[in-house]
């Protein structure tokens, strides 16, 4: 694979600190060196991702990216984002990996946990030595969530958990899983640990995207968990919910990352291909695609980088993240399909990237609040009505 260039017409680079160029540059030239030689061989096995390189991820500081102590790398929103972006560049089962272990694991034990809680699993989740899951989603209950089956009754000093958890990325790996489950006091969260009894992760096989990722099935039946394993501070559907902005603000830099790298691939692909005695970048159609691909990748930089300034800020609201994940995974998605056609039948093949993306980034418009859902909230939020 050629050298990556990146993307960058506003000259946004001027806008970053040395420290958030730094981390970019540094997830840039792990995923060419470290991550992309590896990858082929994890998407041709279905559900496989290459274990070896957790060390290294934690080494650089990719879980829990932006949380402050417990030997987290406490770097701010926007070296966060583009630390994202980079990763997604590599692969989306990549920063998968890297949300739900920081946005969906760490942030609500950081966020919820008790002391004891967070002195435990937090540093050895941001070294990598722990692994962990989220489990929100049902075989029933997806895009509304709070109609969950999955019941946690009191029984003595702890807790009994029943029920099914479907989509649930990196559940066979895991260490730690975060399972929200309904209480007679509503929705609270649980840290599930491997080797419970009667607890069970099995994987889902046969996925045409996401492959370099595992996605399973958690089992829960009279799974005994004890108060301690609580998240105390976690009271309903905000809990989870507080989580997924974290990880969907991650995703909208994050498919910008596909986006670049499939616009990358295809600008180069197009200069050297030549079709009727010419380039295929010297055809008007060509660059009519190309303009439009740089067109919405840059307005997709400047609306994930304002979001992440607010963000730092803390005048965040959850719509706006709505907005860029559903903006940039819904243009990333647009640019891989043209990418793809632009390299005719090339295109289909993995020695090339873009139907890789364009496969990955249908599950990164389905997870974390479907595009549809998306657009639902933001209805909601500037009409008042909720939409049924
Ligand atoms: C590879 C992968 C990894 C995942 N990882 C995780 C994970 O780690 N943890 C986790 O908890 N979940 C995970 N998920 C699950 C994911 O979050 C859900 O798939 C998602 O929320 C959508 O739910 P659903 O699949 O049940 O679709 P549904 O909710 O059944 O939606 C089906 C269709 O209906 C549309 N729709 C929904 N509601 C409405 C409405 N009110 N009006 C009109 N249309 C509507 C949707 O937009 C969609 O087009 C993962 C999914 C995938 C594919």
Known sequence: MPDYRGLDFLLLDE??????RMARDTVREFVSKEFLPRLQAHVRQDGSFPMELVPQLAELGLFGTNLHGYGCAGLDNVAYGLVMQELERGD???RSFASVQGSLVMYPIHAYGSEEQKERWLPELAAGRAIGCFGLTEPDFGSHASGMLTRAERKGDGWLLNGTKRWITNGTLADVAVVWARTEDGIRGFLVERGMPGFEARDIKGKFSLRASVTSEL???DVEVPEANRLPDAAGMKGPL?????ARYGISWGALGAAMACYDEVLEYSRDRIVQGGPLAGKQLTQAKLVHMLNEITKGQLLAYRV???KDEGKLHHTMVSMAKRNNVDIALDVARVARDLLGANGIVDDYQAMRHMVNLETVRTYEGTHD????ILGEHITGHRAI
Do not use: I, K, P
């Open 242 to 246: 507080s989580c997924l902005t974290q």
């Open 308 to 310: 992440a300034q607010l």
């Open 373 to 376: 859902v998306h657009t639902l």
């Open 15 to 20: 806008l970053f600190t040395e420290e958030q």
């Open 219 to 221: 089992f829960l039946q």
């Open 92 to 94: 989306s089962g990549l």
